[in-house]
């Protein structure tokens, strides 16, 4: 069995084919959002709204992945940073993860651009740029 790895960065939609031996064939769509790895997860949106589900912009991990998130920044469309945490593992506390909040206040529902920096124990950290959108 071959084993493909996808990435997509924004919502991104594939074809994927197969064949038999007969020459009966199908085909199905998949559509992607935010970042999928191999152990990582990071998704193209949250929503900051208190009703328990999404409430923080948080990255998934397989468990027992053993890595350190070195930097975790979001900045807003001018480049001003509006969150940072650095030097964490997952399981994080909530205050790890970005809120949706800004000086206090409630972030407004738009794209936000992320940069996370993550150490894979005895790997080289490896570099994660994307967007993040609040929603409502």
């Known amino acids: 069995m071959k084993h493909f790895l996808l990435a997509a960065t924004l919502c991104t939609l594939f074809m994927a084919g197969v064949a038999n031996a007969n020459n009966q064939s199908s085909s199905n769509f998949l559509s992607l959002d935010g970042i999928q790895a191999d152990s990582l997860y990071i998704p193209s949106a949250f929503s900051p709204n208190g009703d328990g589900r999404n409430d923080l912009f948080e990255v998934f991990m397989k468990p027992n992945t053993n890595a ?6 979001i900045f807003n469309r001018w480049g001003s940073m509006v969150f ?3 030097n964490f593992t997952l399981p994080a506390s909530d205050s790890a993860w970005w809120d949706g909040y800004f ?3 409630k972030a407004t529902p738009d794209t936000y651009v992320y940069r996370i920096e993550i150490e894979y ?16």
Request: hydrophobic residues 30%; proline residues 4%.
């Open 68 to 73: 350190v998130i070195k930097n975790y920044a």
């Open 84 to 86: 940072e945490s650095k």
């Open 103 to 105: 000086n206090g206040e």
């Open 121 to 136: 124990t005895g790997k080289r950290p490896i570099i994660y740029t994307g967007e993040i959108a609040i929603v409502n």
